[in-house]
């Protein structure tokens, strides 16, 4: 079966990488089209063996890209065109549409209660935008129950919609000494030293203050952040205010995400809005305790499943509190909930839903 996986960009980030991770496993003869960004995600995914390319989209209006990408589409004889993320939602599907493929399906990655992809999703237009596309598709897979309620919410009927969790690479994520030892070389971080990790793009909803402001109580800590994004300089700021500039490490997109978990001593996440909690199953995967505020993916199961998953409240005192209470812990087990969302799992689902959309027959769940 030919797939064509339609995606914003690729740089370093969540749904990217997701991306990845899925077509490793996937079954399927998958192609994957950029529409802006190509980024280190592109790079990975063609040391892989699967063709990307890019359309080189200027901006959310460039209205020019959209004949490039029905002209591709319509040349790769697709089966299947597969969207993420917002912008590649509506070009993706109307693309398709205008290629003439019938079999069009998105995933929502980042759909929450007050935002889209980081963003206020109450801005003019998004929502009527959105909702004018997905009629364009044959359905859409919410990543967690939290946003399959949050599109329902928005006005997607729920008969559209499918859930389909994240997976998790084990094996992408698992402990590695020797990588632990060359990333803390590289980076500057003394063996001994008490390293907090957080990931994810430098974005007002992933928080990343709050364990900023946490340093100061806890005393020697490190706090190591991977990711870019607009508010880099607001944090070394907050970080030269506080007295810490020298113990916040923002080391921008990280590629060898295995070497960096294995680097850190715990994970600390005090978004609220996550949609899934991707970086936190990752931690876990890589034997991580871990401090969050929010995480949909830990949501319903066991409570034996994340032993040393610690929820806090969103403040400085809390997460300060409950990294240090983590401090002790130097097991590196996989826990189960890491487990149970593997990622063969998810890309077997995927591959399932494509076929059905195909041959009009349901798999099994």
């Known amino acids: 079966m030919r797939v064509l996986h339609v995606i914003t960009g690729l740089a370093a980030g969540g749904a990217e990488t997701q991306l990845r991770h899925l077509l490793r496993h996937s079954a399927a003869d998958a192609e994957v089209i950029a529409l802006t960004n190509p980024g280190a995600v592109a790079d990975a995914l063609r040391a892989d063996g699967v063709p990307v390319s890019c359309v080189d989209m200027r901006g959310n209006r460039d209205l020019t890209a959209l004949p490039r990408l029905v002209g591709r589409i319509r040349a790769g004889r697709f089966d299947v065109v597969h969207t993420h993320l917002y912008r590649a939602m509506l070009f993706g599907r109307l693309a398709a549409r205008l290629a003439g493929v019938r079999h069009v399906v998105a995933t929502e990655h980042s759909l929450a209660a007050t935002t889209i992809e980081g963003r206020p999703r109450d801005r003019a237009g998004v929502r009527a935008l959105y909702l004018a596309a997905e009629r364009l598709g044959r359905l859409t897979v919410a990543v967690s129950e939290r946003v399959a309620g949050a599109m329902v919410e928005w006005g ?3 008969e559209r919609i499918r859930v389909v969790p994240n997976g998790i690479d084990l094996d992408a994520f698992a402990f590695d000494g020797a ?7 590289r980076l500057g971080l003394a063996p001994e030293a008490f390293v907090v990790g957080a990931v994810g793009r430098l974005v007002p909803t992933k928080r990343f203050d709050v364990l900023v402001r946490a340093l100061p109580a806890m005393p020697g800590a490190v706090l ?5 994004g607009p508010l880099r300089t607001t944090l070394a700021e ?3 205010r506080l007295g810490v500039r020298e113990r916040v490490l923002l080391a921008g997109e990280v590629d060898d995400m295995r070497g960096m978990l294995s680097a850190v001593d715990v994970l600390g996440s005090p978004s609220t809005e996550e ?3 991707l970086a936190i199953l990752e931690a876990l995967a890589a034997g991580l305790p871990t401090a969050y505020a929010c995480c949909p993916a830990l949501d319903g199961l066991p409570a034996g499943a994340a032993p040393r998953a610690r929820r806090a409240d969103p403040t400085p005192e809390a997460f300060a509190a ?3 209470a983590l401090r002790g812990d130097p097991a590196r087990e996989v826990p189960p909930a890491a487990r149970h969302y593997d990622i063969a799992r998810a890309a077997a689902a995927i591959d399932a839903l494509h076929s059905e959309l195909v041959t009009g027959a349901r798999a099994a769940a």
Request: no cysteine; charged share 15%.
């Open 156 to 158: 997607v009927p729920a």
């Open 179 to 185: 990588a632990r030892a060359e990333a803390r070389a």
């Open 224 to 228: 190591l952040i991977a990711g870019e």
């Open 238 to 240: 907050l970080a030269a």
């Open 275 to 277: 949609t899934f909690g």
């Open 322 to 324: 409950a990294l240090t």
